[in-house]
C-alpha cells in the first residue's frame, strides 16, 4: 500500500468533512503508523475498522435493525479503545498541523464573557 496516497485520500477526506471528524482518522493513521504501538492492538484496530467498513456482518441490520447496529458500535468502541490508548502528545501535535495546513480558514475562536 502507497502510504502517500492514503495521506492523500485522507486530506481530501478533511476537506469534504471537516476538522472535527477527521482528527480521528488522522490519529488513527498515526497510531497504526507507530512502531511502538503492539502488532496485537494493530490487528485489533484493522480488524474493528474493516469490519465496519466492509459490507460483511454477523448480524444483518436489515433482519434485526436495533441488534444489526450494536455489532458496529462494538467494533468501533474497540478501535476507539485502542488508537487512545496509544495516542501520544506528538502525534496529536502532527495531526494539528496537518489538519491547519489542509483547512487553513480554521480559526480557533475563544470565549468571551
Avoid at 478533511?14 to 507507530?34: C, H, I, Q, S
Avoid at 511502538?36 to 456482518?57: G, Q
Wanted: proline letters at 4%; glycine letters at 2%.
Amino acid at each position: 500500500m502507497d502510504f502517500k496516497n492514503l495521506m492523500f485520500y485522507i486530506g481530501e477526506y478533511t476537506k469534504k468533512v471537516g476538522r472535527v471528524a477527521a482528527r480521528p482518522v488522522l490519529l488513527t493513521y498515526f497510531v497504526m503508523m507507530d512502531s511502538k504501538t503492539p502488532k496485537s492492538d494493530k490487528l485489533a484496530l484493522a480488524t474493528a475498522i474493516a469490519y465496519v467498513v466492509l459490507p460483511i456482518d454477523l448480524i444483518s441490520a436489515k433482519r434485526f435493525p436495533i441488534i444489526g447496529w450494536l455489532d458496529e458500535v462494538m467494533s468501533l468502541s474497540v478501535a476507539y479503545s485502542k488508537v487512545q490508548s496509544h495516542v501520544t502528545r506528538e502525534m496529536e501535535r502532527k495531526a494539528d498541523e496537518l489538519l491547519d495546513k489542509w483547512l487553513p480558514e480554521y480559526t480557533n475562536y475563544e470565549m468571551v464573557e
